[in-house]
């Protein structure tokens, strides 16, 4: 892994130098940028994490590639994604649509949930995307690029289309037992869709973006050797920290610069402590009620996972049970130990407790299937009076802590892990 970046020598580097240097958003360890050929990757010669990549001709192919995307998903808006019949009664669901069941079943929260992550992140970013690259391929410069392109930083981990889909296929199996469902056009554009932005991701290089909007690492205005330097969360630049100066802006893209995220421990200790209360009511209460000619039934998380287990369908049950159960557990865990071990000033094992850190905020976002498998049943099973399905309070619950465990995520820092080893190096 340390084969594509030298790790750099001084701690604070000299003046001018800056341009040359990154430091590392997961551990904060400065090193000298190499430069790549196209393709290859920079990783942190300590803790792993990507630092920077140098993908082939990044403004044409992201460019190209996010039109695609957006074309695919405007139009996968349009069409139904799911069609049922039941008995020679039909219906079919649009996501917007299911977003406006929601709403009418009273569960506007729920509903909004689901509206941010489908389908209003993922059209700002692309419209973003495209305000930001196609000015820059035509050498034109509308106001307000860089605060564009900071947003969709900030955004992306919010877009959930690819969660959405295993919803889908998860409410597929769960139809197909009483009903006849017809797979819609837009469950396929919504499938090239998720390929499409993955290649989009791939291929957008934020440094030459960032260089090419004529931001590149500025001079710093003031040599100030004995204050270090800071680095940007939103786009990862380097700069100078001038003591004295209580609030600092990031020089290319705007951001309020900070040594460490400001009061992380306690912004993660409060998160958690709700989402671990709120994770009782949302495995306890049902999450959707079923009604038919046959009779009622209300189903928590677990009794769904149970159902698609009896019924046949154990890998999905298996995935459901991760997804939902598993993974949540599990965060709170994870970010309750690394809060502990910070705030104790544990030396225990940094790398792996980074990468536990890493791992827990890759994963949080697959609880959401079962937010979406809900949003499906309830807007395809409208059949009255053969059957309906009614979203239930525990799905609210479930949807906060998800929220709840992902701000927990963000707002903790990784660097904290290292500064108790680097205090324990500086005061032997
Ligand atoms: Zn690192
Ligand atoms: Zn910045």
Redo the contacts with the bound molecule.
């Keep these: 892994m340390c084969s594509s970046v030298v790790p750099a020598a001084p701690a604070v580097p000299a003046f001018g130098d800056l341009e040359n240097l990154c430091a590392?958003h997961?551990?904060?360890?400065l090193q000298r940028k190499v430069p790549l050929a196209p393709g290859q990757s920079a990783r942190?010669c300590?803790?792993?994490?990507q630092l920077y990549h140098a993908p082939k001709d990044t403004l044409n192919r992201t460019l190209a590639f996010s039109l695609a995307a957006f074309i695919l998903f405007s139009v996968a808006n349009l069409f139904p994604i799911l069609g049922l019949s039941i008995q020679g009664k039909h219906t079919e669901a649009t996501l917007l649509g299911a977003v406006l069941e929601l709403q009418k079943q009273g569960m506007g929260m729920m509903a909004g949930l689901v509206l941010f992550t489908t389908i209003v992140v993922p059209a700002m970013e692309l419209l973003g995307l495209l305000y930001v690259l196609l000015p820059l391929k035509l050498n034109k410069k509308p106001p307000g690029q860089a605060a564009v392109f900071r947003l969709i930083q900030v955004l992306r981990p919010w877009g959930m289309i690819e969660v959405l889909m295993l919803g889908i296929l998860v409410s597929l199996v769960k139809l197909a037992h009483m009903a006849t469902v017809q797979p819609g056009w837009s469950l396929w554009l919504f499938g090239g869709f998720i390929f499409v932005m993955a290649a989009t991701a791939a291929s957008l290089d934020s440094e030459e973006i960032w260089a090419r909007l004529g931001r590149r690492c500025p001079v710093a205005t003031q040599q100030n050797s004995g204050a270090g330097y800071l680095t940007c969360h939103a786009c990862g630049m380097l700069s100078y920290a001038p003591a004295g100066k209580h609030e600092q802006h990031c020089p290319r893209c705007g951001s309020v610069l900070h040594v460490r995220k400001p009061n992380s421990v306690g912004r993660c200790w409060s998160l958690l402590i709700a989402a671990m209360i709120l994770y009782v009511p949302a495995n306890v209460l049902p999450v959707m009620s079923t009604s038919s000619i046959v009779g009622a039934q209300v189903d928590t998380i677990m009794s769904g996972v149970i159902y698609l287990w009896v019924s046949g369908s154990w890998p999905l049950a298996l995935l459901v049970f991760f997804a939902s159960v598993m993974v949540p557990l599990l965060k709170l865990m994870a970010l309750t130990l690394l809060l502990v071990t910070v705030q104790t000033g544990s030396r225990w094992r940094p790398l792996d407790r980074?990468r536990l850190y890493r791992l827990t905020e890759k994963v949080g976002r697959w609880s959401m299937v079962d937010i979406f498998v809900v949003t499906m049943l309830v807007a395809l099973v409208d059949v009255r009076p053969l059957a309906a399905v009614q979203a239930g309070p525990g799905a609210i619950a479930f949807g906060a802590v998800v929220v709840l465990t992902m701000v927990a995520a963000m707002s903790f820092d990784p660097r904290l892990i290292w500064d108790s080893v680097q205090e324990n190096v500086h005061s032997r």
Excluded: K
């Design positions: 590392c997961e551990c904060d360890l942190c300590r803790c792993g994490a980074t």
